[in-house]
């Protein structure tokens, strides 16, 4: 199952097999409240309890048979496909520019690009609410989107600048040079090779709009509730399974996101080792 260097000293092969169990432990550990709610979304009974004597999918209808529950996935399917398109156009622009070999202020301008992932959520969300509502903008998806386009920014401009570090510019000035304009040198020559880059960041802010509530609870209303803000009633009005079928939802959509992102990881890294070679 692992193969280790025959040079690797008997106690060396000890501390990596020790390594590994500490590790695959702190895994288990951090999947166990998952592993342990989605069995209970599959329980015909009512109850959060174990053990399950009758197995149905009755929750899952509940789920998907509920007019609340469709509109809080409509609205967050809506707010997280345009704030990812957002995100990602802004977050290519902004990419594009800290790329810029003249640019002054480089690191001044990154900093203030990704600080929505340091600074807290509910500063975020406090200064947000505060700022759309004399606008006009609270309690709408408009400003849900806007505000989550700003939160997954910072993950495009992370994946796509690292991704234009190992760009060859000699591609873009033989374009140019031969007459193709810096729109067109950007669509048929940079995207297509940083595309893994810009898939990879669009679907983090993706992920990030998909499972956000601290935001969504100061800028939505009745109407405009996404599926962690409908969780999150649900929990402190009335305690159903029902949310416990949505929880596994949510887990397989991210489990799905987390697969696609490793496959991108593995085209990259493979297009970066033919690139080499041919260098």
């Not at 990596?16 to 979304?41: D, E, K, N, T």
């Not at 990879?200 to 969504?216: M, P, Q, R, Y």
Request: charged fraction near 10%; glycine fraction near 8%; include cysteine.
């Amino acid at each position: 199952m692992f193969n280790f260097p025959a040079y690797v000293t008997l106690w060396g092969r000890v501390g990596r097999y020790a390594h590994v169990g500490i590790s695959l432990l702190i895994l288990v550990f951090l999947c166990l409240p998952v592993l342990v709610v989605m069995p209970l979304s599959f329980n015909w009974q009512p109850y959060f309890t174990y053990p399950i004597h009758e197995f149905s999918l009755r929750w899952y209808r509940d789920f998907f048979g509920s007019e609340e529950w469709m509109l809080a996935l409509r609205n967050t399917m809506v707010v997280g496909v345009a704030s990812t398109l957002l995100a990602t156009i802004l977050g290519i622009g902004a990419s594009l520019g800290l790329m810029h070999p003249r640019l002054k202020g480089k690191s001044i301008i990154t900093g203030i690009l990704v600080s929505p992932m340091i600074v807290p959520l509910i500063i975020t969300a406090v200064g947000v609410y505060f700022a759309f509502s004399p606008r006009g903008l609270s309690n709408s998806l408009l400003g849900l989107t806007l505000a989550h386009a700003a939160l997954g920014v910072p993950f495009v401009v992370v994946t796509v600048t690292a991704t234009l570090a190992g760009f060859n510019e000699t591609l873009t000035r033989a374009g140019r040079s031969l007459g193709a304009s810096p729109m067109r040198v950007f669509m048929e020559i940079k995207l297509p090779i940083i595309a893994p880059g810009v898939v990879s960041g669009a679907l983090f802010a993706f992920a990030t709009s998909f499972d956000e509530i601290v935001v969504a609870l100061f800028l939505t209303g009745t109407d405009e509730r996404t599926v962690p803000r409908q969780m999150w009633s649900g929990i402190r009005e009335q305690l159903s399974p029902t949310i416990l079928a949505v929880a596994t939802v949510m887990v397989v959509v991210s489990t799905l996101l987390l697969l696609t992102l490793e496959a991108l990881r593995r085209r990259t890294e493979r297009l970066r080792g033919s690139a080499a070679i041919a260098h």
